[in-house]
């Protein structure tokens, strides 16, 4: 496992959202499938707390959109990069916060791009993001979920890219046939040879306090350019500040 174990680590310098814990004490970690039959409740909670807002839809939204960028970027990062990915069959959450951890490493191969989408899709859409959907105790319309997760996905090739120029032509098509998969099929496009992705929903972030229209945005008027990920600070920065 030293090989997946070295890809992991080399795309952890892509991003907040590349790093996973590896293995270590159990103290501090659960299931995340526990968070998902509950809810999700104390990261939308926390959530909404954090961005003063009082609709739990909107804290729902954003710690979808968060957990849905710390599972799509180290697998598609170690798949294009090192053409392995780390199966997330067993993944914990902090107690305290959305960092996961690998209590087990066990890596799958990639392959070629189409094949590499069907267990993406299959990996990070089917075994996480729609069980956490289907737990929410918050009405929060699927078609805005599975537009969370292709806009995390688009985000995370994009910074797959911003660290790997040479892997553009593979993060585009691996980034298109994932696209072009499930519930993921017509939530957006790639607008840009530099991955630059336009939604067709709203992750809703525009209705919290100081809120703004994201630069994927499929709302009309004027988006900030970029924004952070969810759970990456407090507050978003002004238009114009990297994600």
């Known amino acids: 496992m030293e090989s997946l174990r070295a890809a992991l680590a080399d795309v952890a310098g892509y991003g907040t959202f590349f790093a996973l814990r590896l293995g270590g004490d159990d103290a501090g970690w659960h299931n995340v ?12 909670a926390a959530t909404a707390a954090r961005y003063d807002t009082r609709e739990l839809r909107v804290g729902a939204s954003i710690a979808q959109l968060g957990h849905a960028a710390r599972l799509w970027s180290p697998v598609l990062g170690t798949a294009l990069a090192h053409g392995v990915v780390p199966d997330l069959s067993r993944l914990d959450r902090a107690d305290d916060g959305p960092a996961l951890r690998l209590p087990v490493l066990a890596r799958r191969p990639a392959g070629p791009p189409e094949q590499a989408a069907d267990l993406l899709y299959d990996m990070v859409v089917r075994d996480h993001l729609e069980p956490l959907a289907a737990g929410l105790r918050v009405k929060v319309a699927p078609g805005l979920l599975y537009g969370n997760a292709a806009s995390a996905l688009a985000e995370a090739a994009r910074a797959v890219v911003a660290a790997r120029p040479d892997l553009t032509a593979p993060a585009t ?16 496009v790639i607008t840009t040879p530099g991955l630059d992705f ?3 929903t709203c992750c809703l972030y525009y209705r919290a306090p100081g809120g703004t229209k994201c630069g994927d945005c499929a709302l009309p008027g004027e988006p900030a350019l970029r924004r952070p990920r969810p759970g990456a600070a407090r507050r978003r920065p002004p238009a114009g500040s990297a994600r």
């Open 33 to 44: 499938r526990e968070d998902y039959a509950r809810g999700f409740a104390d990261l939308v």
């Open 173 to 188: 098509r691996l980034t298109t046939a994932l696209l072009a998969r499930g519930g993921l099929a017509g939530k957006g």
């Open 198 to 200: 336009r939604r067709t």
